[in-house]
């Protein structure tokens, strides 16, 4: 029975958890830096641009290229799943009410973005 109770206790823990990360990431996100970690280069350029719903779709610009699809939270992982192409997972480092930060790697560079909560 004790087990039990932990169990449940640490579900609803976790899923509480979500819900806090859920409600911080939803609204529209702009680029402020974009690090790549090996040359210190910054991407950003203002040309990053993502909108996650509440009902876990998203929209996003990155450079020229658009893309709409949906978007789950889970184990410190943010996945997307665009319209017709395979999950992408990256790392959330920061996930507050005005800041959003991932680490993330292409083509095993380590690249670091930060965006900032639209008002």
Request: proline content about 1%.
């Amino acid at each position: 029975m004790k087990k039990l109770i932990i169990a449940v206790f640490s579900l609803l823990l976790f899923n509480c958890d979500n819900t806090e990360n859920y409600k911080n990431i939803t609204g529209e996100w702009t680029c402020t830096e974009w690090i790549t970690e090996s040359t210190g280069k910054n991407r950003c350029n203002n040309n990053v641009y993502f909108n996650f719903k509440e009902d876990k779709t998203y929209t996003s610009k990155i450079d020229t290229q658009e893309q709409s699809g949906v978007y789950k939270i889970a184990n410190g992982l943010l996945y997307s799943t665009p319209k017709g192409k395979l999950e992408i997972g990256v790392e959330i480092k920061t996930l507050n009410n005005d800041t959003l930060q991932f680490i993330m790697s292409r083509s095993g560079e380590k690249e670091i973005l930060t965006l900032l909560k639209k008002d």
